[in-house]
C-alpha cells in the first residue's frame, strides 16, 4: 500500500534535507504534530530517534532515522500503536532548489488493518497538503 509523493522546493538540498532530517521541525508546518521531541543526544543524524504526537487517531509515533545520507536521501523507521511506516525520501537539485521524492509504505495494525484503505484518499490530500506547508517553511529558511 505504497504511496509516493514528489515536491518542488525553493530551496537548497541541504535546506529541504535539514528540515526533514529533525522531525522536531514537524510542529512548524505539520497540523498533524502537536509536538516533537529529541530523545537521543545532538546532533541529528544516522540514529536519531524522535516521538511525536499526532493526537487521538495515531497517538505518539516512535522513529529513528535508518539512513541518513546529506543532502541526498534520508530515510525513516516509524511505529505506533496503530501503524508502523517505511519513509524514504531523496533530494535532487534542480535549477530552480531542489526536487524532493518521498515513499510512505504503511503497514496497518488492527482495526487500521481494514479502516486504511478507506482512509487512503484522504490521507494523500492530506500528505499533499503537509507537504505545501513544508515547501513554505523551507522556502523562507533559505534563499537559492
Do not use: Y
Amino acid at each position: 500500500m505504497r504511496i509516493t509523493e514528489d515536491l518542488e522546493i525553493g530551496c537548497a538540498p541541504a535546506t529541504a534535507f535539514d528540515a526533514m532530517a529533525d522531525v522536531r521541525n514537524e510542529t512548524e508546518w505539520s497540523h498533524d504534530v502537536s509536538s516533537a521531541e529529541l530523545t537521543t543526544g545532538e546532533p541529528v543524524g544516522q540514529g536519531s530517534q524522535f516521538v511525536t504526537e499526532h493526537g487521538p487517531q495515531l497517538g505518539p509515533i516512535e522513529s529513528t532515522i535508518t539512513t541518513f545520507d546529506r543532502p541526498e536521501r534520508l530515510e525513516f523507521s516509524a511505529t505506533s500503536k496503530r501503524l508502523d511506516l517505511a519513509i524514504s525520501f531523496t533530494f535532487t537539485e534542480t535549477d530552480s532548489g531542489t526536487h524532493v521524492d518521498g515513499t510512505f509504505d504503511p503497514k496497518p495494525k488492527g482495526v487500521m488493518t481494514v479502516l486504511f484503505p478507506l482512509l487512503r484518499p484522504m490521507i494523500r490530500r492530506d500528505m499533499a497538503k503537509q507537504h505545501q506547508n513544508l515547501k513554505a517553511f523551507c522556502e523562507l529558511s533559505d534563499d537559492v
